[in-house]
């Protein structure tokens, strides 16, 4: 016997007949939904490089001369998986928070 794990994602989901919805706040999803069955969290690191431009004063030419820099910057970027089992038989929801806010909400496997 197989058994697949399927998820599928989507941009909304009901709370005791309140929506949440991908760009939401934990706050928001905490005061619609209550505290999730299980929280899931880690952390990774980006580097990015950043653009900016510096001005110089050129007396000779009696105005403002720019030319761009480049620098690094690194971030840590903070991910939340909060799981709803939202009754027997029904399916898992998985709400995915990025920095804080909702990035995904996908359906996951039907709880027991």
């Given at each position: 016997?197989?058994?697949?794990?399927?998820?599928?994602?989507?941009?909304?989901m009901?709370?005791?007949?309140?929506?949440?919805?991908?760009?939401?706040?934990?706050?928001?999803?905490?005061?619609?939904?209550?505290?999730?069955?299980?929280?899931?969290?880690?952390?990774?690191?980006?580097?990015?490089?950043?653009?900016?431009?510096?001005?110089r004063?050129?007396?000779?030419?009696n105005?403002?001369?720019?030319?761009?820099?480049?620098?690094?910057?690194?971030?840590?970027?903070?991910?939340?998986?909060?799981?709803y089992?939202?009754?027997?038989?029904?399916?898992?929801?998985?709400?995915?928070?990025?920095?804080?806010?909702?990035?995904?909400?996908?359906?996951?496997?039907?709880?027991?």
């Amino acid at each position: 016997m197989f058994s697949v794990s399927i998820n599928t994602y989507a941009d909304s989901m009901r709370c005791k007949n309140r929506l949440v919805s991908t760009g939401d706040s934990k706050a928001t999803v905490l005061l619609k939904c209550g505290e999730p069955w299980l929280k899931e969290d880690h952390s990774y690191t980006v580097t990015e490089k950043r653009n900016s431009d510096i001005y110089r004063y050129n007396q000779q030419d009696n105005g403002f001369n720019g030319h761009g820099a480049s620098r690094e910057v690194t971030r840590l970027i903070k991910v939340e998986k909060w799981t709803y089992n939202v009754g027997r038989n029904k399916f898992l929801r998985i709400i995915t928070f990025k920095e804080g806010m909702i990035e995904s909400i996908e359906t996951g496997d039907r709880a027991n």
